[in-house]
Each structure stands twice: as structure tokens, then as C-alpha cells.
């Protein structure tokens, strides 16, 4: 990402003007561009004029509009960006107040106006800015008959190409089948493989699976190679990496990531620190229940008490359209912070991600046990019924207490 311009106000109030270069600037975009902030961009629309004569003509121009975000959608596919909101400046060719949808594509500058500028969204832009934070990797998860190009970014992980390709199984004195379908499948990867993968920003490329089917991938890439002459691979065979996975789909990006060789090779991406976070906290539930919280509530409490040694929230929350709840997890980051705990924003893209998001997106690794959070629990549900059910006093009571009173 480029950042063009940016100004913001002591009241934290602003703009950045941005130029999304790569796929991974759009997923930030798409984080930081929320309900209510208004953005500047070249759009094409399609405009009607009637002529004298009651003829209709059409006709698509370039213009400059200023919209007030209502919806933002992701296309992960193709990186492309559609916002719709309503018309906030008037233009020649467009009236104030109307729907428009902008999209947003790598390479065309944009301005992006916020209220309020937090810090979540300032440190993203931060991030997509800065150049030495884009370590890639590309991956390979496989077993007979399926797999998944994938490429892992510091974050997002997004599949480029998903092949299925049927192979017959092997039969009692006969193979040629089982072979010839392999070689079909192999072929179909290797074509993934140069199609997806620029080696010139690649760290590594993983290759996992169960089984041998990684091996005999691995063996068939340089041989195809060298059939073929293919210089780029065969100048980066040092950069592939054979892991051992359960399964070809998707979700063996975890043990990939989990693997020793692995985490040396990528020690200091920011994927590969959310993986390692994310297995303390699984780690600190079974060694020290007391010190593993999730949920907002108990993770804020313990904030409170200066508790929290790593805190682990997903950027889902962030993008939340209720500004209240939002301000919440930006507060609770800032506290952690504040008490000199780290903080991991996980990309709800990565498979980290996902799994931080089944124990509702916040989770906190402590650097001391919080055991009296049932004891405030019970006495706040306590006070809440003493609330709706004040106690009755009768008649006689309320004359005696008169009577002491005077």
C-alpha cells in the first residue's frame, strides 16, 4: 500500500489518501472503510441525456464522488472492493442524496474520511504501508485427488486455486490407472503453481500432505522442470518445504504452521506469531485454567487488574457496524497496552483466525491468576434481581420505622 497524503486532527478526526498496490492492501481497505466515514474516489457511472428531438442517449463517464459509506463487500476472489453509500458533495452529473456504489480496485488512489481515527485503524495503515511487514508464503496442501494453492500473507490467507481432480484407485495387478491419474493431478498443481506463485516475493513454498503424496509431488515438480526447462523453479528448489498434514484441505494451514521447520523459516512473520500465540493460550487452558480467559466480559475485567500478559482479538470485531462495541475492544486494546501486555490482532482470513473466533473473537493469556470473577459475576446477577424485585415492606413495618424515626 501507498500512503499518497494524511492529516489528522488533535480531535482524532481526518483523512489518509491510500493507493492499494497488492490483493493483501485490499483485505486492509476493507478493515479500515466502515458505516458512516466518507470516501473520495474516480468512479464510472452511466449518465442519460435527453436531446431536443426526445432521444435518449447514454453514455459512461469518469467522475470524482464523495459518498457516505452505508455498505462495504469484499470480493476475495478478484480483490475488489464495492462501497455503496449515498452522494455527499453534488456533481454536474450526479445529484446529492443518491445511492451510488464505488468500486475499488488495486492501483487508483482513494481518500478515506473518518470522525474519528482509532487507534486500530491507524496502526493498519501503518502496517500496509510498511514494506519490510510483507513476508509471503505460498502453500500446497494436498492428498490424492485434491488440493489447495494457497498463499499466506501476514494478513490473510486466501486459496488462489482449488483442483479436484478424480483418481481411479489401484487394482490388484494393475496400476497403470491409479498413475495416469496422478500424473493428471500433479500436472494440474504444477500449472497452479506457476500461475499463482511469484517466486520474487515468496519466502518458501510449503508442500503438505498425508501420506507419500507430498514426495511424489515434490519429485514431479523439478522433474517436469528439467523436462521443460523451466529455470525459475528449478533456481528456487531451495525454497520448498515437505510437511507432513492429516488432510488436503484448508485447515491443515494449522499444522503446516505448527511444524518446527516451518516456524524457524518464517520466525518472524506475523502469521506465524498469531499461530505460536494462539497454541500458549490452548496450552495455558490445560496447564492453568485460571490464567486462560475468553469472552469480553471476564477478558475486560481482568484488563482492569493489569492481568493481561497477551491478548489475542480478531479484526472482526473492528469491523463491527455498532460503534459502541467497537469503542469497547479498542478501550480493552488500549488498557492491555497500557499495562505492558501484547496485543495480536488476528486476521479473520487466516485459519488462526477462524479457530480465535470460535471462542468469540477475545481471548487473554495472564500474567497472574483472576479467581474472584465467578464471586462478581454472582454479585452483580445478585444486584440486578435485587433491582427488579425490590423488597415489599408492609404496612406495620412502615409504621414502626416512622414511629423511631419521630
Given amino acids: 500500500m501507498k500512503l499518497v497524503k494524511q492529516h489528522i486532527e488533535r480531535d482524532k478526526s481526518g483523512y489518509v489518501t491510500l493507493i492499494p498496490e497488492e490483493f493483501e492492501d485490499m483485505w486492509h481497505v476493507y478493515n479500515l472503510v466502515q458505516k458512516y466515514d466518507q470516501l473520495r474516489a474516480v468512479t464510472i457511472r452511466r449518465i442519460q441525456s435527453e436531446s431536443s428531438t426526445g432521444s435518449v442517449d447514454s453514455q459512461r463517464i469518469r467522475l470524482t464522488l464523495s459518498i457516505s ?103 490388484k495387478g494393475s496400476v497403470t490407472n491409479y498413475e495416469k491419474g496422478m500424473k493428471r493431478f500433479f500436472e494440474q498443481i504444477y500449472q497452479a503453481i506457476l500461475r499463482h506463485i511469484d517466486f520474487d516475493i515468496v519466502k518458501c513454498v510449503i508442500l503438505g500432505s498425508p501420506g507419500f503424496v507430498r514426495e511424489l509431488l515434490y519429485d514431479f515438480i523439478f522433474a517436469e522442470a528439467v523436462r521443460t526447462d523451466n529455470k525459475t523453479i528449478m533456481q528456487n528448489r531451495s525454497k520448498f518445504i515437505l510437511v507432513h498434514t492429516s488432510t488436503g484441505h484448508k485447515q491443515a494451514l494449522q499444522e503446516v504452521m505448527n511444524d518446527p521447520a516451518i516456524k524457524v523459516k518464517l520466525a518472524d512473520t506475523k502469521a506465524a506469531q498469531e499461530v505460536q500465540a494462539l497454541d500458549q493460550f490452548y496450552e495455558m487452558m490445560n496447564m492453568d485454567p485460571d490464567r486462560a480467559l475468553y469472552g469480553f466480559k471476564d477478558v475486560s475485567k481482568a484488563a482492569e487488574r493489569g492481568a493481561i500478559g497477551t491478548l489475542l482479538v480478531t479484526d472482526e470485531l473492528f469491523r463491527s457496524a455498532d460503534i459502541v462495541k467497537r469503542r469497547q475492544y479498542i478501550a480493552l486494546v488500549e488498557e492491555a497496552r497500557a499495562s505492558g501486555a501484547k496485543v495480536f490482532v488476528f486476521s479473520s482470513l487466516h485459519v488462526s483466525g477462524e479457530n480465535l473466533n470460535q471462542l468469540t473473537g477475545v481471548a487473554a493469556i495472564l500474567t497472574f491468576p483472576v479467581t474472584d470473577l465467578d464471586d462478581e459475576e454472582e454479585e452483580e446477577e445478585a444486584e440486578e434481581v435485587e433491582l427488579e424485585n425490590p423488597p415489599m415492606h408492609s404496612n406495620h413495618a412502615r409504621d414502626a420505622i416512622d414511629a423511631v424515626l419521630g
Fill in 69 to 171: 459509506v452505508d455498505n462495504v463487500d469484499f470480493d476475495t476472489q478478484v480483490g475488489m472492493l464495492r462501497i455503496s453509500g449515498r452522494v455527499i458533495v453534488e456533481n454536474p452529473h450526479v445529484k446529492l442524496g443518491t445511492f451510488h456504489t464505488i468500486d475499488l480496485e488495486m492501483n487508483r488512489s482513494f481518500t478515506l474520511i473518518k470522525q474519528e481515527w482509532d487507534v486500530i485503524a491507524l496502526e493498519r495503515v501503518q502496517e500496509s504501508c510498511d514494506i519490510t511487514k510483507k513476508a509471503d508464503v505460498a502453500a500446497v496442501v494436498c492428498q490424492e485427488g485434491l488440493a489447495n494453492v494457497c498463499l499466506v500473507a501476514s494478513s490473510m490467507t486466501i486459496i488462489r486455486q482449488h483442483i479436484d481432480c478424480p483418481v481411479p484407485r489401484k487394482r
